[in-house]
């Protein structure tokens, strides 16, 4: 199979079709060698990280925009500009490659029109970068609804920044599993099979790896002695600081990444119980526990209607990772950006507001509840806590970790953050 023409036809799915390139991808990768595995991978996550950019240059070389049955070209086309502008593949080869591909996706009368405006491209490109770099969305490559947030929320030089780091490629995270080895013992295992890794100071069990791999690489990952998770997510568990005895729950669970660390962290607790809304996700959570060893109460639900599931004992404490717009992982997810809309930040606010008020009512007088999200717009995060405090007269914040001097009660980390995804975390307790 042409690799350039699978790239094209994933991407028609998740730009033209909205479909996730988490679900996308790996379907497209199935038979594919673990080398074009890997470039499909590149090129995929290259192109939606520069999309506007590599439209512009195929508008302005092109009389007329290939629609229809012809738009898997126009993403060919636009996989083959983003070969010859920021990747090491020789020219004659990425050209050469990518006209093959029209051939793969049956227009095979077509190959001499993509030829044509790949060569354009090669004769034209320094004039056509010089203009696509005088237009901001061009070179911020994010849609405008979310230039225009970003840069309401943090001014314009950090929300440059910000849409900077969201277009580099993230690093891999690794979450030793403290029931097995402890971060140095794990690490000497790693180096053994020939993975550098770099602990951080603020999570004992974190390590970031110097090059991604393979998961079946990492030394006893099937035997669960390690997952991979961001360390800003491993951060979740560590301020949840569950007890011993106590009545846990991971209200919205999948694929169950916290669900498992909290477990980690605190085998002794009474009982874990994981919920979620979607009933495919919560499968993960089952092959997460399954991988791990551990043990949880897996429960379809929906987190703003407790009454459905809820057993009738009151939990000591509640991680609310709550559905947002994702908008601090768009290093790892750069479909995101394209598949939300601006009105979807009022929809996830509305729905995080009601999980929220839900999920307090079933905390015990005492107990604690972390609000995470993994967005960084201030929306679902700071004003979402501020009019939760306005309207719950029985809840007040509180330090996230004992351990972290700055005794700070919220938290918003910014993608990047020593290496970490954009998180936000606030750690709410119930008066007595
Ligand atoms: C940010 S993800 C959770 C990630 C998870 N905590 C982890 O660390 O692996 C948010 C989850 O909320 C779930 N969700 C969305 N609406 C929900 C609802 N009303 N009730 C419960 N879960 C919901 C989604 O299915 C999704 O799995």
């Known amino acids: 199979m042409n690799v350039r023409a699978l790239a094209a036809k994933v991407l028609n799915q998740v730009v033209e079709q909205g479909q996730s390139l988490s679900n996308v991808l790996p379907a497209a990768q199935q038979d594919l060698s673990p080398k074009d ?3 499909l991978q590149v090129l995929c996550y290259g192109v939606l990280r520069t999309l ?4 512009f240059f195929c508008r302005s070389l092109m009389d007329k925009a290939l629609k229809g049955k012809q738009r898997n070209l126009h993403f060919l086309i636009l996989v083959g500009f983003y070969q010859l502008l920021y990747t090491r593949i020789p020219s004659h080869a990425a050209v050469g490659e990518t006209v093959n591909g029209a051939k793969a996706l049956k227009k095979p009368a077509l190959k001499g029109m993509v030829n044509g405006v790949l060569r354009s491209f090669l004769r034209e490109q320094e004039n056509l970068i010089e203009k696509a ?3 901001p969305a061009l070179v ?7 230039v225009k947030r970003l840069q309401g929320a943090y001014g314009e030089q950090l929300a440059a920044e910000i849409m900077d780091n969201n277009n580099q490629q993230a690093p891999m995270w690794l979450r030793v599993n403290a029931i097995h080895h402890n971060r140095e013992q794990y690490q000497a295992l790693l180096k053994d099979a020939g993975l550098n890794s770099f602990s951080c100071e603020f999570n004992d069990n974190a390590l970031r790896l110097e ?5 079946y690489k990492l030394p006893g990952f099937e035997a669960g002695w390690v997952s991979v998770q961001d360390g800003a997510a491993q951060l979740a568990a560590h301020y949840l600081d569950a007890q011993p005895g106590e009545l846990v729950l991971d209200a919205c669970s999948a694929p169950g990444g916290k669900t498992v660390h909290v477990l980690e962290l605190q085998p002794d607790i009474k009982q874990m119980v994981a919920v979620d809304a979607d009933a495919k996700r919560l499968l993960r959570v089952q092959e997460n526990l399954q991988r791990l060893k551990l043990n949880a109460t897996v429960i379809h639900g929906d987190a703003s209607q407790p009454g459905s599931w809820w057993h009738g004992e009151r939990f000591d404490r509640i991680l609310c990772d709550a559905p947002c717009s994702a ?10 950006r394209w598949l ?4 979807d930040i009022a929809d996830l606010v509305a729905l995080q507001q009601s999980i929220l008020h839900a999920l307090w009512d079933k905390l015990k007088p005492g107990g604690i509840l972390l609000y995470a999200t993994c967005s960084i717009l201030p929306d679902e995060n700071a004003l979402q806590i501020q009019r939760f405090l306005e309207t719950t007269k029985d809840a007040s914040l509180i330090p996230l970790s004992l351990q ?4 700070r009660k919220v938290r918003q980390i910014l993608p990047n953050e020593d290496g970490m995804d954009g998180f936000y975390y606030a750690k709410l307790q119930k008066s007595l």
Request: proline share 8%; glycine share 2%.
């Open 37 to 39: 595995k890997a470039l």
């Open 52 to 55: 506007p950019r590599l439209d």
């Open 133 to 135: 770099n005088q237009q």
């Open 140 to 146: 911020y490559c994010h849609p405008s609804w979310l």
């Open 211 to 215: 090059k991604a791999t393979d998961v």
């Open 327 to 336: 908008t601090g992982v768009i290093r790892r997810h750069p479909d995101i």
């Open 340 to 343: 939300r809309r601006d009105s």
């Open 404 to 407: 972290d001097n700055s005794r």
